[in-house]
C-alpha cells in the first residue's frame, strides 16, 4: 500500500515536472516568437522607411527632370522665334537695300535722259544758228534724222522703264510671298519646339524642312532677279555719255 502511495507521488511530481517544463517552453516559444514579431516589424519599418525614401527620391528626380526638359524646350522656342525675327530682319533690310538701289537707279536714268534733251535742244540751236538759210535744205534732212534718233531713244527708254516697273512689281510680289512663307517657318519652328511627341514631332520638323525650302527658293529667286535688272543692255542701247559724266552708268 506504502509502494502503491509513492508510486502516485512520483507520478504526480513527473507530471507537475512535465507540466512545468511544457509552460517553460510555451513561454520560451512566446518570447521567441514576441522577438521575432518585433524584429520583423524592425524589418518592416525599415523596409517601409526605405521605399518611401526612394519614391521621395524618385519623385523628386522625375521633378528636377520635368523642369529641365520644359526650360530646354522654352529655351528652343525662344531660340526659334529669335532666330526667325533675325531672318525677318535681314530680308527686309536686304529688300530695302534692293529697292532703294532701283529708285536711285531710275533717278539715274531720267536725269541722264534729261540731261541729253537739253543737250540735243543746245545742239539743234547752235546748228540752226550757225548753218541759216544756206543749208536749210540739209538741216530739214539732219532734223528729220535727229528726230528719228530721238525718237528711238525715247522708245528704248519707255521700254528700260517698263522692264524696271514689271522687275519691281515682280520683286514685290516675291517680297510678299517670302514674308508670307517666313511667317509659315516662325510657326512651324514654334510648333517643332512644342511638340508633344515623336510622332508630333517628326511631322512638324518635315513641315519645316519644305517652308524653308520654297522660302529659300523665293527668295534665290529675287537674288536672280535683283542681279538681273541693275544696268541697261548694251544691245539694246549704245553708251552715248560724254567724257567725265559722272551721271553715266557705263563708262
Do not use: W
Not at 514576441?34 to 527620391?57: I, N, T, V
Not at 529688300?95 to 536711285?104: F, G, I, Q, S, T
Not at 528729220?144 to 519707255?158: L, M, V
Not at 512663307?181 to 512644342?194: E, I, K, P, Y
Amino acid at each position: 500500500m506504502a509502494e502503491q502511495k509513492e508510486s502516485s507521488v512520483l507520478f504526480s511530481l513527473k507530471e507537475l515536472m512535465s507540466l512545468e517544463e511544457d509552460r517553460i517552453r510555451q513561454e520560451e516559444n512566446e518570447r521567441r516568437r514576441q522577438a521575432e514579431q518585433a524584429e520583423q516589424a524592425r524589418l518592416d519599418a525599415e523596409r517601409r522607411a526605405r521605399e518611401e525614401a526612394e519614391a521621395r527620391s524618385r519623385a523628386e528626380d522625375e521633378r528636377r527632370a520635368g523642369e529641365e526638359r520644359r526650360q530646354r524646350e522654352e529655351a528652343a522656342r525662344l531660340e526659334a522665334i529669335r532666330h526667325a525675327e533675325m531672318e525677318k530682319a535681314r530680308l527686309d533690310a536686304e529688300n530695302a537695300a534692293r529697292l532703294e538701289a532701283m529708285r536711285h537707279q531710275q533717278e539715274h536714268e531720267q536725269r541722264l535722259v534729261a540731261m541729253k534733251e537739253d543737250k540735243s535742244k543746245k545742239n539743234l540751236v547752235f546748228i540752226a544758228a550757225g548753218v541759216g538759210f544756206l543749208l536749210l535744205a540739209a538741216l530739214v534732212g539732219g532734223g528729220i534724222a535727229i528726230k528719228n534718233q530721238a525718237d528711238e531713244r525715247a522708245a528704248q527708254e519707255a521700254a528700260y522703264k517698263a522692264e524696271l516697273e514689271q522687275q519691281k512689281k515682280a520683286q514685290e510680289e516675291l517680297q510678299r510671298r517670302l514674308e508670307t512663307q517666313m511667317n509659315d517657318v516662325t510657326q512651324l519652328q514654334q510648333a517643332v519646339a512644342g511638340a508633344r511627341n515623336e510622332a508630333e514631332l517628326s511631322a512638324a520638323k518635315a513641315k519645316l524642312a519644305e517652308a524653308q525650302r520654297a522660302a529659300s527658293a523665293t527668295r534665290n529667286r529675287m537674288q536672280q532677279q535683283g542681279g538681273g535688272g541693275g544696268a541697261k543692255p548694251a544691245s539694246n542701247k549704245p553708251c552715248n555719255c560724254q567724257p567725265g559724266d559722272p551721271l553715266c552708268s557705263c563708262l
